[in-house]
């Protein structure tokens, strides 16, 4: 994938920032390393090591409004959001749709970080008649995740990190060279970050990567990585369904770039781009949602959250349509849609895919995020189904395959969601973890 053009007459004062944010959609990035097995086991019996967030992933607030214009473009409040802690923050546009989402940390009174999120908040500042300024760093961004992570990263930074509560933060150093450690993940269980300046990157990272040696540590790559946000219950913007952002002509023009390299795919019509878009409600995520102040979206949310019609589950696809999917291709004739192993689709850029779930022939439901868990040796997917109908054991039908193209019926079974079924990272007991 080239990288992507501009067009200057668009261009913001912050443009020559946002070049750096979008860069990551047009470079070279790790596919994969030990092969997607291994992978894809690591978070289950050792650690992994991620650095595909990494760039200009930071987002910087501050100012004596900022927790002010953070309420105003979240369904969280800021006003009692401790200093040295973090939360899980959801942005929407007018008609309640996510526009985006990210980990924010507050620093102070006047300062918060946000990380690893399209420019949907700095497009928002620059409209916003709030006393808040803001800035794009260029950091590293390390996610170690898995049974054995702590003990690693305590061996690569030499002391006890046992303190760093879930959705805590705290400095530390690898390497003789200060970083940023945060208890937090989408692998479903435990799981860290470090961050720090991206010229320091690799040595720390190379630095941990030592340390947990024989720990079981594998490098993730691009390839695997999804399959830990579908596993653990956690839905992806631009994977699991499609940020709604540039349904704003103005932030469409605020961030062009935003526009490569999107594949639109499923059996769902592709011009049906609600059927991509997600709701707080749909995702679960509307209990974040705080109702004592003014915020975009707000009106819709809380007409959702008072009739709500759809939540999400986890589907299990039955394996004898899953098998005669691959082999559809050793038959005469047009074959079914190649299921890739281990995510569908590929984590190769931005996505908005949406097969369509029926019941008894009628449509209850959307599938995204396929993949195919070495772990459980199953196929499983998210799925935003009619909420009559989100009961554990419900057999519905996946429509496979892209519109206007074959399609494969598969049998599904809602599951339980999350689908993994180890202890999470928030009630993660770390006293069964050994000091590194």
Known sequence: MTEPTFDATL???????????????????????????????SWKTGCYIHAGLSGPAQFTFTGRQAADFLSSICINDFSRFPDGTAKHAIMLTDEGFVAAHALVQRDAEDRFRMFAVPPWALYQATRSQFDVQFAVDDIY????????????????TGENLHDVGFLGFRPTSVDGKTTEICRIGMSGTLAYELRGPIAE???????????????????????????????????????????????????????????????????????DMRARYRTPVELGW???????????GREALEAEVADPKRTIVTLRWDPEDV??????????????????????PHS??????ADHVLKDGAPVGISSGTIYSYYYR????????????????????VRWGDFGAAIKDVRATIARYPYLDLEPNQTYDLSQVPSG
């Open 378 to 397: 199953e196929v499983i997917s998210h799925c935003v189904i009619d909420r009559v109908l989100a009961e554990i054991g419900t057999d519905v039908t």
């Open 201 to 271: 990157g690799p040595e720390v990272y190379d630095a941990v990567l030592r340390a947990g040696a024989d720990l079981g540590i594998h490098r993730l790559g691009w390839r695997t990585y999804m399959v830990n946000h579908v596993e653990g219950g956690f839905p992806q913007l631009a994977w699991t369904f499609m940020f709604a952002a540039n349904e704003d002509a103005g932030y469409a023009q605020f961030a062009p770039a935003h526009d490569v390299a999107m594949l639109v795919s499923g059996s769902v019509d592709p011009s």
């Open 348 to 353: 190769r850029g931005v996505h908005a895919h």
């Open 11 to 41: 261009a913001h004062p912050l443009y020559a920032d946002l070049r750096m944010f979008v860069r990551p959609f047009g470079r070279l990035q790790a596919w994969e390393f030990d092969g997607w097995k291994p992978e894809s086991m």
């Open 323 to 344: 098998i005669d999917i691959y082999a559809s291709l050793l038959r005469p004739g047009e074959e079914y849609k190649t299921l890739d192993l281990p995510t569908h």
């Open 286 to 296: 509307h209990r974040a949602a705080r109702f004592d102040h003014d915020f975009i």
């Open 141 to 156: 961004l390390f996610q170690i995740a898995g049974p054995t992570s702590l003990q690693t990263l305590e061996r690569a």
